[in-house]
């Protein structure tokens, strides 16, 4: 499934679009495109980046980064923009805080028991939605495991403050 802008004709229509996506990179020859939708958070970035993978992901990340920050281009007409629908939830465990022991005031031991990251986020014609919870169980006695589950496509997506180096999603 996938939301798309395919060939709008010029007016009204047009200019409403133009205005929620900007083109900061584009070259046919490698197939390569940078696009970012507008939000409703003038601090925040949506970046969508279909660009040849790096070695890793920071690497992959620090060139999505530069190639959004050109000038951008406005959508015009004969444009198409075909965007996958994403919905997805992820949860994450931090394992390396598992069975941390710690003191209360009272000297008594505790341990964290549960250290767990929630993500849900969903991309669709009618926008963006993240949501996020994190929740710590700190015990006095016993531990359990968490499973780790990963997302990866051949496409990047981020969002994060303008004025932050790194995203937050």
Known sequence: KAFRIMKVSPGKKMKELSKQVDIPYYDSKNQEFVVKLQTDSPDDELVLA???PGKNLNETYKRAG????RKAEKLSTGDILLI????F???HSYKELLNKHFLN????QYFIAKALQAT???????GARLKSKAVIVVRMNGGSKYRKMVFN???????KEKKSQNPYF
């Open 105 to 108: 005031k009272g000297f008594e």
């Open 120 to 126: 849900k986020f969903k991309l669709d014609k009618t």
């Open 153 to 159: 496509k051949p496409f990047m997506i981020y969002l």
């Open 84 to 87: 996958p629908e994403i919905d």
């Open 50 to 52: 279909c660009i040849k």
């Open 89 to 91: 939830f992820i949860e």
């Open 66 to 69: 530069a190639l959004a920050g």
